[in-house]
């Protein structure tokens, strides 16, 4: 039985409530892509069995729905596309009453995924006008505080975003939250900034604990170092999560089949390959600031502001969107609703998902056991 091609690309697009730009984004078009799906729907191009099937086969719901009945309420800040939030999600017991997210890219990621759309810039958003919760976690940039490390009291952190976690902590009182945040932090001004953060949160009234923890130590092929700060109203003896020694590794990450556009050229192939030697039969290679080259059978940390080909696969390739999702813990089930560039930047900044699961798997029986 035929089908009206066009119409039926048509009807899909507006079912999943998609610009003809999103669309092409969605199912991995090249640059104008746009363009290609609006000559499709006008009649005027026919897509290939391939694109038309990645077209009808998209999935239609949402993948990781919130749990309106959960036990505990929680708010997501900075929540970037959810993977703090997704760690979570994975313990069936949270009900997300708010998130709060600035980039409009990633707010795209975070609706398709899991069927809220964040508010906007949480320096903008009153502390009275969140919902009460249980739980706050959220991961704040790094950034200066101007009198870190005289008074360390909550003024110090005026003018950061470590600020409107701690007014939100310090109107709504929520029993616990979790914090998370690179590992520079805890060094950061001669440890002055950290150390403004952990008394603040004393000062709320809060009993705290830390670690970092590395993404490697969590059964992800990528090494990832974050500092987690978990906090309680009421004491505890946190423990935290042993290392997994039979995770994931890069033969379970890679996809076998990926197109031509992620190969670096020839030209730099051939001049990383005649630097560097690697041990490994699979591994990733990276070239520092420097220039010099190294490879390990894992990814080093992905980061939002890198090169192109910053990371290479066995020095040849660039992670696939795919790939690059599931580095930082993501399920194959997460939808990918913008573009290459958009992705890179999102994997970049994210959370990785199994490292809090780990966290959890301790902090939240040890908090809620009432």
Request: hydrophobic share 35%; with cysteine.
């Amino acid at each position: 039985m035929s089908i009206n091609v066009s119409e039926a690309i048509r009807t899909k697009r507006r079912r999943l409530h998609m610009t003809q730009k999103e669309l092409a984004d969605a199912v991995g078009l090249p640059k104008y892509g746009d363009r290609t799906i609006r000559r499709w729907e006008n009649g005027e191009a026919s897509p290939s069995g391939a694109e038309l099937k990645a077209i009808l086969d998209f999935p239609e719901t949402i993948p990781f729905p919130n749990n309106g009945n959960g036990r505990y309420r929680m708010v997501d800040l900075f929540a970037g596309i959810g993977g703090t939030r997704l760690g979570f999600y994975q313990t069936g017991a949270v009900n997300i009453v708010f998130s709060s997210e600035w980039d409009k890219f990633a707010q795209k990621t975070y609706y398709a995924n899991y069927g809220d759309i964040p508010a906007g810039d949480i320096t903008q958003i009153n502390e009275f006008d969140i919902p009460d919760h249980d739980i706050l976690v959220g991961g704040f940039p790094c950034v200066a505080f101007s009198q870190a490390g005289l008074k360390k009291g909550f003024d110090d952190t005026r003018g950061t975003l470590f600020f409107d976690i701690a007014r939100i902590l310090k109107e709504k009182k929520p029993k616990a939250f979790v914090l998370e945040n690179v590992k520079r932090l805890v060094g950061h001004n001669g440890g002055k900034t950290f150390a403004t953060i952990m008394n603040v949160l004393k000062n709320l009234g809060y009993y705290v604990d830390h670690k970092i923890i590395n993404a490697l130590d969590c059964g992800l092929p990528q090494k990832r170092e974050r500092v987690v700060i978990v906090g309680s109203t009421k004491p505890f003896n946190m423990k935290w999560p042993d290392k997994i020694t039979d995770g994931k590794t890069l033969t379970d990450i890679l996809e076998s089949d990926v197109p031509k556009k992620y190969y670096a050229s020839d030209a730099i192939v051939k001049k990383r390959k005649s630097m560097h030697t690697s041990e490994y039969e699979l591994s990733v290679w990276h070239e520092n600031k420097t220039g010099n080259i190294s490879s390990y059978p894992y990814s080093c940390a992905l980061r939002a502001g890198a090169s192109y080909n910053y990371l290479l696969v066995n020095g040849e390739r660039r992670f696939t969107p795919r790939e690059l999702l599931r580095l930082q813990g993501f399920p194959d089930s997460f939808k990918i609703v913008v573009n290459d560039s958009q992705i890179r930047k999102q994997t970049g900044n994210a959370v990785p998902v199994n490292l809090i699961s780990c966290v959890l798997d301790n902090f939240i029986p040890l908090i809620f056991n009432d």
